[in-house]
C-alpha cells in the first residue's frame, strides 16, 4: 500500500522527465492537442489539466478544464522513483508509466471514456 506521506519531493527536473514521459506515452491524437495540456507542481504534487473551449450556435464560447494529480513514490521493490495518481489522499497502486496507465488517463482527460 502506498501513502501520501510517503510522497518525495518533485524538482524541475522531475516534472520535465514526467512531462517527456507523458507525451512518450501518446497516441498521435494525444500529440495533435499537446497544447491543451497544462503540467503545474504544488506542495510535490504533478498536476495535470486539459483544457477545452466549447463553441456555441449563438457564436459564444466557454471553457473548461479537467485534471488529475500525481505524486513520486518510491517503492521498496523498485530501482527507480515511479509515479502514481493521487486523490484526496489516496494513492492508486498502479504506475503512471506502465502499459497503457498513461494512455487511459490522458482519454480520461480528452473526454474520450
Not at 32 to 42: G, L
Request: net charge negative.
Amino acid at each position: 500500500m502506498l501513502y501520501i506521506k510517503d510522497r518525495l519531493p518533485i524538482t524541475e527536473q522531475d516534472l520535465q522527465y514526467f512531462i517527456g514521459k507523458w507525451f512518450q506515452h501518446s497516441d498521435d491524437e494525444t500529440i495533435s492537442k499537446k497544447e491543451r495540456y497544462h503540467f503545474s507542481v504544488k506542495d510535490n504534487i504533478i498536476s495535470v489539466t486539459f483544457a477545452t473551449t466549447h463553441y456555441y450556435e449563438d457564436g459564444t464560447t466557454s471553457r473548461s478544464a479537467t485534471g488529475l494529480d500525481y505524486v513520486k513514490m518510491q517503492q521498496s521493490f523498485k530501482n527507480h522513483p515511479t509515479y502514481h495518481s493521487y486523490n484526496q489522499n489516496i494513492v492508486f497502486d498502479g504506475e503512471l508509466f506502465f502499459m497503457e496507465n498513461c494512455k487511459n488517463d490522458q482519454k480520461r482527460l480528452e473526454g474520450v471514456i
